[in-house]
């Protein structure tokens, strides 16, 4: 069962952040490609990765399964009482548990931070642009 447990969290883990680099990949890298005057660069990425158009064009679904996603992980990490911990060997030497734990925890914040880059790209870039333009 531990195991079982143990398997969802990575899934959700693993996830999150493909869902996120999704978000990232739809948004914020065209905008910034086309930003700094690499318009042909995301004509190319387009014609060569069909699904960038899909992810363009579903963004509002892409973004809020991938926000879902984030969120569930970090309940998973932080919100809930932790059932296992991590046991400590006899030397005092840094345990896979705790090394897994620790890339984890990297991992959710990255994935969190390409949503946000993803999601002001998305939703606020073009707005902010107009705004300060006036």
Same mark, same amino acid.
């Given at each position: ?19 996120? @680099?999704?978000?990232?990949? &739809?948004? +914020? ?10 318009? +042909?660069? @995301? =004509?190319?990425? @387009?014609?060569?990765?069909? =699904? !960038? ?10 973004? !809020?399964? +991938?926000? !879902? ?5 970090? #309940?998973?990490?932080?919100? /809930?009482?932790?059932?296992?911990? &991590? ?8 345990? =896979? &548990?705790?090394? +897994?734990? /620790? #890339?984890?925890?990297?991992?959710? #914040? ?6 946000? @880059?993803?999601?002001?790209? =998305? ?8 705004? !300060?333009?006036?």
């Amino acid at each position: 069962m531990q195991k079982l447990i143990k398997l969802k969290d990575d899934f959700v883990s693993i996830a999150s952040l493909f869902t996120s @680099v999704s978000t990232l990949l &739809c948004c +914020a890298l065209p905008s910034l490609l086309v930003a700094v005057g690499m318009g +042909a660069v @995301v =004509a190319g990425l @387009v014609s060569d990765f069909p =699904a !960038l158009i899909w992810l363009s064009k579903y963004k509002h679904w892409t973004f !809020l399964g +991938a926000g !879902l996603l984030i969120g569930f992980n970090f #309940w998973l990490f932080y919100g /809930r009482k932790q059932d296992q911990a &991590c046991e400590i060997d006899e030397y005092g030497n840094e345990t =896979a &548990c705790n090394t +897994a734990a /620790r #890339w984890s925890k990297v991992i959710l #914040w990255i994935s969190f931070g390409l949503y946000v @880059v993803g999601l002001f790209s =998305a939703y606020l870039l073009l707005p902010l642009q107009q705004f !300060l333009a006036i």
